[in-house]
């Protein structure tokens, strides 16, 4: 934000934001703006801290994350077994022939 305000600056365009009554216009508005905009990245960063923490604590703790598998491994080791193709494995379990190589690969 602050790098398109500077680019609008360069130009010679104010920038008005008529719901808190900001102006880039003058030194003070631009010195206004560039402060909020420094502490709205500040709090950007401190949102993606405490993420990453929550997260981490969370994997600590166990939990899983993603959707769930839809490949049921043995299913496609058994009918694998039996001499089954990949491609009709795929159209049994209703999974892509991609998903039955990596569940044999795995």
Do not use: C, W
Request: proline letters at 1%.
């Amino acid at each position: 934000m602050i790098q398109l305000i500077k680019e609008f600056d360069d130009m010679g365009v104010a920038v008005r934001f008529l719901d808190d009554g900001i102006s880039t216009e003058g030194t003070m508005g631009k010195m206004v703006v560039t402060i909020l905009s420094a502490v709205a990245q500040a709090e950007r960063l401190r949102i993606l801290e405490r993420t990453n923490e929550g997260r981490l604590e969370a994997k600590a703790k166990g939990v899983k994350f993603g959707r769930k598998p839809k490949v049921n491994k043995a299913d496609v080791f058994t009918l694998h077994d039996q001499g089954v193709s990949a491609m009709e494995i795929a159209r049994q379990l209703k999974i892509g022939r991609s998903t039955v190589y990596k569940a044999l690969a795995s």
